[in-house]
């Protein structure tokens, strides 16, 4: 009897584009007066205690390899509400145990959150948004931002923003546990968009057939 060993999908996400040669919705969409800024080191402490990582050192790093981060006060500065990051070079993708690597002009949103007593008053897309607003007069021309296929919240706040769905990302595992990562385009995404995204995961993923509409809800 013949025995083959099914491979199993261990992960999907979605990566979504924001163009930034195009205009920036006026208006933010947080549901609470906040303010939105540029954190530096000189707020590492802080920043460690809201993303509960064990050490300031942690935040001190990615300022160090140049990463920027974005808050949300509220309270005229005393409550930090939200925070996000952003890599202009290349990052870890843990999720999915791939590399982004960045062309020119692009940059990474990542490790995004909202504190709990503060979430669902759409913080999260409008500190996207004003990032956006930020990037866009540095001069950046693209950023990408991913989620998990489960995180609803995250995806939600993503699309309230106006990022587009580029392309989701499935990681499968083989019967020797090699890894293999399709990468599915949604529906009428521009060629030049997947192949920037295809470029930036390159060399580990496959460009495969599109989603059906039907499934691109
Ligand atoms: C994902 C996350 C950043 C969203 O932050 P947020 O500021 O609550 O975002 P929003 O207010 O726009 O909420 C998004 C959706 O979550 C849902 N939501 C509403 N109230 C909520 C609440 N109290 N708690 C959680 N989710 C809520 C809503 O469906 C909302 O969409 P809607 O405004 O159209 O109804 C936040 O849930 C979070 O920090 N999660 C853990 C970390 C994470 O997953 N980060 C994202 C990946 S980097």
Same mark, same amino acid.
């Given at each position: =009897? ?11 996400? +979605? ?9 920036? =919705? +006026?208006?933010? &969409?947080?549901?609470? &007066?906040?303010?939105?800024? $540029? ?11 809201? =993303? ?16 920027? @981060? /974005?808050?949300?006060? !509220? ?10 990051? *952003? ?12 590399? *982004? $690597?960045?062309? &020119? #002009? ?7 959150? +909202?504190?709990?007593?503060? $979430?669902? $008053?759409? !913080? /999260? ?14 001069? !950046? ?20 923003? #106006? ?7 499935? @990681? *499968?595992?083989? &019967? ?42």
């Amino acid at each position: =009897m013949s025995h083959v060993a099914a491979s199993v999908v261990q992960h999907t996400g +979605t990566f979504w584009a924001f163009d930034l040669d195009r205009p920036i =919705m +006026t208006g933010l &969409p947080a549901r609470l &007066p906040a303010i939105f800024l $540029r954190a530096g080191p000189e707020r590492a402490e802080e920043l460690a205690a809201a =993303m509960q990582v064990a050490s300031p050192a942690v935040v001190v790093e990615r300022f160090a390899r140049g990463c920027q @981060c /974005y808050v949300a006060y !509220l309270e005229g500065g005393k409550t930090l509400a939200s925070y996000g990051w *952003i890599s202009f070079n290349h990052e870890e993708i843990g999720e999915l145990e791939l590399t *982004i $690597r960045l062309r &020119p #002009g692009r940059a990474y949103i990542w490790d995004c959150a +909202t504190l709990p007593p503060y $979430r669902g $008053r759409r !913080l /999260y897309p409008a500190l996207l948004v004003s990032i956006a607003r930020v990037l866009q007069e540095q001069g !950046l021309r693209r950023l990408w931002i991913g989620a998990d296929a489960s995180n609803y919240a995250s995806r939600r706040g993503i699309e309230v923003a #106006g990022f587009q769905a580029v392309a989701d990302v499935t @990681c *499968i595992a083989g &019967p020797e546990q090699q890894k293999r990562y399709l990468l599915r385009p949604w529906p009428g995404v521009p060629e030049e968009r997947l192949q920037d995204l295809s470029q930036s995961l390159s060399p580990k993923v496959e460009l495969v057939a599109p989603q059906d509409e039907s499934q691109s809800a």
